[in-house]
């Protein structure tokens, strides 16, 4: 499956959307863990962009794409806000930010899928984790 | 029993039992009515002692959890004690890799975190 949407900066339409994808993720037959780590990735990837990325903003949009299969999930998500660096985001694990209450989607996203990339600007951030066809070679 | 929207709340002796009834507790459509809630709830005593039971919770972002590290600040500036229980591995994974494991309290059954806050863990 393959399909692309153009939707608002709205956390109701994101999660409606999300769920989509997931019904095509476990219709693959990726595994309850893998699909966690997805669901996670992605409610985190869209969370972002319509908070930190379009600021909430109504009158700007959200691209997304995905291609789900059995050798791999792939989501682009992108908005038009200004874009931000990752590497300046900072580390939430080390002593001095533990108690901090932000900052832990990035690292989430790190954590749980195979590959997280971003865009020059940094706002389009592309989420892949391996499917189970591939997990098996 | 109060029952409450996003919380069955019991109290037992000065501990306040909290059950987190949503599934997912994702964004703010959830997080923001589940904070006030929790809020309240801690506002109300002098010295909190609570147990926060996640036996029905499936899926947590990262906001769900700075809404926990606020309320943890705030029960520790009261003086209280607060404990997680009931934990799914999938999302104690997720306080692992956050290493937020360290920074709360938790315990394995509810019975466990009574007996954990009572003695002031």
Redesign the interface.
């Known amino acids: 499956m393959y399909q692309q949407w153009t939707i608002p900066t709205d956390l109701k339409t994101g999660r409606e959307l999300a769920e989509d994808i997931l019904h095509h993720v476990r219709v693959q037959g990726y595994d309850q863990d893998v699909c966690f780590a997805i669901r996670l990735a992605l409610e985190e990837a869209i969370v972002n962009a319509i908070k930190h990325g379009n600021g909430c903003d109504p009158l700007k949009k959200i691209s997304i794409s995905a291609y789900v299969g059995t050798d791999k999930t792939d989501i682009t998500i992108a908005d038009e806000g200004a874009g931000f660096n990752p590497q300046n985001v900072p580390d939430p694990t080390a002593d001095e930010n533990l108690e901090k209450p932000g900052g832990r989607g990035l690292m989430l996203m790190r954590a749980y899928m195979d590959q997280v990339l971003f865009n020059a600007r940094g706002n389009e951030i592309r989420i892949i984790k391996n499917g189970p066809v591939q997990a098996q070679q | 029993m109060p029952e409450q929207n996003h919380l069955i709340v019991q109290k037992m002796q000065d501990i306040t039992l909290i059950e987190l009834m949503d599934k997912k507790i994702?964004?703010?459509?959830c997080i923001g009515p589940l904070t006030d809630e929790l809020t309240k709830l801690v506002e109300q005593d002098k010295f909190p002692r609570m147990v926060l039971d996640f036996v029905n919770v499936?899926?947590m972002?990262?906001?769900a959890?700075?809404?926990l590290?606020?309320l943890?600040?705030r029960v520790r500036e009261k003086k209280g004690g607060l404990r997680l229980c009931n934990i799914t591995p999938?999302i104690f994974e997720?306080f692992k890799?956050?290493?937020?494991s360290?920074?709360f309290g938790i315990s394995h059954s509810r019975e466990d975190a009574i007996k954990d806050v009572l003695k002031g863990r």
């Open positions: 994702l964004d703010e459509s499936a899926h972002s990262s906001s959890l700075s809404m590290i606020s943890h600040k999938t997720v890799i956050t290493r937020l360290e920074v």
